[in-house]
Nanobody, 125 residues
């Protein structure tokens, strides 16, 4: 079991930065692949990035590569998404997700077992 809570969303101007956090509970947090997805109304949930259980491997959607960085601190049961050079098209609700996966490069929402409630990111032009 895992309970995930996101924070750090808000309103930012284009070109600005935000850091999202996802705090997890449970002793098994460090064994999970962790990911960030985002969703806008009327569209499917979109993969943003993922990090392996030990932080050694990270994966990104092409749309955010070079601008976003995912990291984790297993001692704090927390995963982060640092978002730089934000664009209006990054506006969405951002969700963190967790799963036990043999391959941490999973970009399919259906493969993740646990989800947070989401945090809104709005980028103004």
């Amino acid at each position: 079991q895992a309970h995930l809570v996101e924070s750090g969303g808000g309103l930012v101007q284009a070109g600005g930065s935000l850091r999202l956090s996802c705090a997890g509970s449970g002793r098994t947090f460090s064994s999970f692949t962790m990911a960030w997805f985002r969703q806008v109304p009327g569209k499917e949930r979109e993969f943003v990035g993922a990090v392996s259980w030990n932080g050694g491997n990270t994966y990104y959607a092409d749309s955010v590569k070079g601008r976003f960085t995912i990291s984790r601190d297993n001692a704090k049961n927390t995963v982060y998404l640092q978002m730089n050079s934000l664009k209006p098209e990054d506006t969405a609700s951002y969700y963190c997700a967790a799963a036990w996966l043999p391959n941490s490069d999973s970009r399919v929402a259906g493969e993740y077992d646990y989800w947070g409630q989401g945090t809104q990111v709005t980028v103004s032009s």
